[in-house]
């Protein structure tokens, strides 16, 4: 995004390029909703003298005064035409609401590809094409063709999906929640999302910036970006098309392809960014970051007047990273000079059924002085006693006075609604249901997690970067792009430790390579044709050096058997590597069409095929993340110890699954590798077979 | 529950022992609710002529005509004495509001005993003590001490805590949310919730149980009828108390011991609840239960005027057993004579943002005729030309007219709310979030499963019980209560195969033992004090018949030189059994103080000890109940054939637990066992281990 951008959403005057009066065009809905911007709009059309009573002119040229932002809603070939004049005439913002482009087939792309061209030429900040527009309501600015103004807030959201944008509003505006800046994101011709989190990240009337994103371009950059941003300002993002059947339909309806679902959830998990499953939740995290501190500490005290409310609160606490806060002897003590006998002075803290307002407040100002307790649930239902207003304002005051963050439970109909206003003025959010609350306090904490993190850069070992082209070149010379064990020497360059182990073509030097060895020897066929050499006995293990000969020839006759037509590249001749020494780890790697490289990290055998026990992370992987990796994998406890096992050097495994890293990022013509099995020992480390795929277009 | 308890909620006459005019006083607000009531409120106050202008009565025995119903409310040792006096006087439904009972300590609990004992002699339906009490929208009753009235409907709701009814009716008020018959369960001195599932169900009026439990009494008694119920009229549970935090908080509140949550998981789906997580959740289900048909058939087709909804549509069924139904050619080519060309024709159909109603219900019409179609979410989201309420009753006579379910996300605020109405007559649900409506369908389609489940009966196989109860009984003599490798023969006893084997006492006896058995023999050393044998060398393997003498004094010496002291009942001489012939699984039991006896399956060693890979079910299990227990592991496929291995005989394995379970069910005396491993094998089933605990005072 160009430095100007902000023009896009405090500008002074806004150019209309295809307003009009006409009835059901999206010009006229947009001039309509522009009737309330506090800036000057200036109508562009060649037909008319003016437009709702404001001059009106023919073209970009003849209007006088500088204008800071346009909105495109002409055809598609015309909107093209458009944004060039625009780009000349030294207009650097641009919304094209314009459909009929990457979304209507190959003329449309076309198109869309040239409107990217024109935003390069002219360093344009161009939203669209395909959007519904752009809001900002410290601008009093809807530049939409949508039903509705949003309210004022400090919530800046961006969406892929226009329709919803108007749904979202009809029912923020019903439930009072305010906005910052909208953006309709379109096709996504110039700006996307990375674009935006970067721009409202600088923005000072944004504290949280959402999302309903169905696909992220970039998702390396997004990564990166978000990492940054997240420090300051949290993201929620609601991930649609996460299931094959959503993504299908996600696909049929962008016309782009999707990512895998693990590459996004590993993506925004290393972005630091929090993902609500739905909109409920994308607006619960939204409103509690917004207004509530983050907790020091995870300790949770509840405060209710009912049993089994604080129960249903204590469970959601034990389903998250929470925890329900241990009372000091102190506040037991305070507690119980000012509550009944029948009441409950531990956590959950029951001040009963009878409970007044004032008898709340005593409780709660009690709880919230204990040095153990990080934040606080309120709970109450609806008694006669109790007056839920006089509850907000209360929990609102002991809320400022203690600065911890206290969320709330009302639970009752249309009593709760001005008593929600009321807690809303203090940033607390209430929930009917006490469980809502208490996720609410677990988005703060995961915020307040990612915001503790420091990002460290991946290391950068010092390989022999040369011999792995090099290796990677012998493709070249091949019918396949796949390579086999005769590709281990691409391990051993990037230090990832290997077994003794040659490559031969006669008898004689299989001989002489065995010798090099200590032990006996495995032999395998090398051939690029013969994928699964153990299934059809191309591979041979504790092949003594006196039978080496006669294996090299038993081998070379299999393979012929099996094809005669198979490129044989010779036999390897490897150092025995003792499965029963350690554990089979598999280290690999794909590519996703969005996120690129994308590590995976598993335990080999049933773990990976049966169990389906792996983890993914895009790369490069840090140190941390590649440590990560083991933690995430339920048979962890293999590698550490468990059942009376030697704890394998984890450190080894650590640094191979970032040796790996550092070469997949090297080297985009690696479409595919695994090395498996990495064998894990408490002795280190030892990749016993590798097979990759090489994209010869990208060597 | 006894015959007559209609008159629980269809009572003519109403007692109310302990009416009162005073302020505050919960006689008063009984009073106050009881106003309302269609039949003749009595009020017991030996200290006044009347309450409220209603003539008062000292005594029970003092009221000329019969009473169908009392309630209670004075204190507790009175109200114990009144329970008498109304069972004396013939009244036999009885609500006790009264606390201080069995959650207040020793005393309470005699005198909730005393209350139980009393309903025993007089036949009382006695609800609570400690309840608000009970309320039935048909008979305009409400006998509660809460703040507000229910509105009539079909749903009939329990719950253990009082204070959650108030606040779901004040939440239910507000979204026109509808009962029947509400009861506050108290601390189900007499009747409890088994006892109104099963009187619901004979209840024209009640279409759905909603229930809010934080324990269940009996629950083996619970599963067994809610099967029966279920068949008829849907079970809708939020079960509090499910973390280990959030049972500890139930327990500190009722001062019951809770049961595991895994038992409770088991049970609950072993009796055919549905379970919701939260109380949105509850009536979510309960209203598209109640108001719509169950689907034929598990294909969905979404209708929406927005992709970016219909993709969260799609991603909600793919996270559920539905599916994504496939349009019929037929219904493409009709969709396409009536939609504009930029719309989607496959499932996700999008009528488009500009579509008006009109092109709504022909789309919907036609989708709904497709035969692969056997339920609709429509989607809308707020445009200039859709109007929500023609909408909604377009969506409602297209659902009367094709009698398949259809739920709605109308995505609107304020807007919805009408519609919201008009839907809600024809029984469709509509959510703002399209997530929420494939939930709800998603509940019809498993009630419709457990409709469609036949309960089996356990098979009653053909077992040596007095043989089992003899070994059992060698525990009598001995100071532990564990059983290890002598009690193989429990197993024979009930059908489970064991491998070939003798304890013996000497080394001879240990050699003649060796020589009946074919090959090498294991040996152990046979110690209830002496639980971990491999550890301290207990076990010796692959013995041949000449060193059987020595290995006999050999472990006899290693026992010795552990504990000097261990009771030593000899050594077993066993069959080899070739673990590598077969999957280790186990298969074990322990008893829950809720569900009693829990089947536990999984895969032996790292499957149970590291990944936790184990399943449980209430025992006895019927067939299809062993049968799920294996398929319910995530490590299933290893004994199906994965990874080249030979699948295992698993009709044995089902036999097995089924044998287990049957002599766990005969033997209330043994309170834990695990067979560890049961080697399966492509011929069978082997046990190799035992290891048990009994319970002398239950043999």
Redesign the interface.
Known sequence: MQSDARGLFDPERIAVVGATERDGAIGR?IMENLERFSGEVVPINPKRDEVFGIQAYTDIESIPDPIDMAVVVVPPQIAVESARTLGENGVKNVVVITAGFGE?GEKGEALERELAEISDEYDLNLVGPNSIGIMSTSADMNASFG??DALPGSLSFM??????I??VL??????DIGFNDIVSLGNEAVLDETDFIEFWDEDEDTDVILG?L?GIDNGREFVDTAREVTEETPIVV?K???????A???S???GTIAGSERAYEAGLEQAGVLRA????ELFDFARVLAGQPTPEDDEVAVIT????????A??????TDL??AELEDETVEELKEVLPE?A?F?N?V?VL?DASVDRFDEAIDIVLQDENVSSAVVIS????VVDFEDLAETISSLQDKHGEPVVASL?????ADVPEQTLREQGIPTY??P??AVESLESLRTYRDITELEYESPTEFDVDRERAEEILRSVEDRDSDSLGVEAMDLLDAYGIPTPDSAIVNDPGAARDAAEDIEGDVVMKIVSPDILHKSDIGGVKVGVSEADVEETYEELLSVAHDHDANADILGVQVQEMVDMDSGTETIVGMNRDPQFGPMMLFGLG??FV???E?TTVKVAPVSEREAENMIDEI??S??LRG??GRDPVDESSVVESIQRLSQLVTDFPAISEIDVNPLLASPDGVTAADIRLTVDQDRL
Chains 1, 2 share one sequence.
């Not at 969406?159 to 919803?164: I, K, M, R, T, V």
């Not at 499953?277 to 409920?280: G, K, L, P, S, W």
């Not at 204590?314 to 389903?319: K, N």
């Not at 639970?411 to 009593?415: F, S």
């Open positions: 809905a209507m039903p509705m969406s892929q999906s226009g329709a919803f108007t749904a009809d029912w923020a505006n019903d439930k309903y169905e609601v649609s098309g996460r299931t094959e059947a959503g299908d339909a996600a049929s309806h962008t499953e739905n909109v409920e007047n009912a049993g089994g409310p604080g129960v249903m204590t469970d959601t606490i034990g389903d925890n329900m029948a409950n531990y959950p029951d059924g239902c609806p008694t006669a639970m009752g109909g249309e009593r009917f249901d469980a809502r055998g049933i095929e049966v169990l026990d339920e048979s406890p293999l468990a059942r």
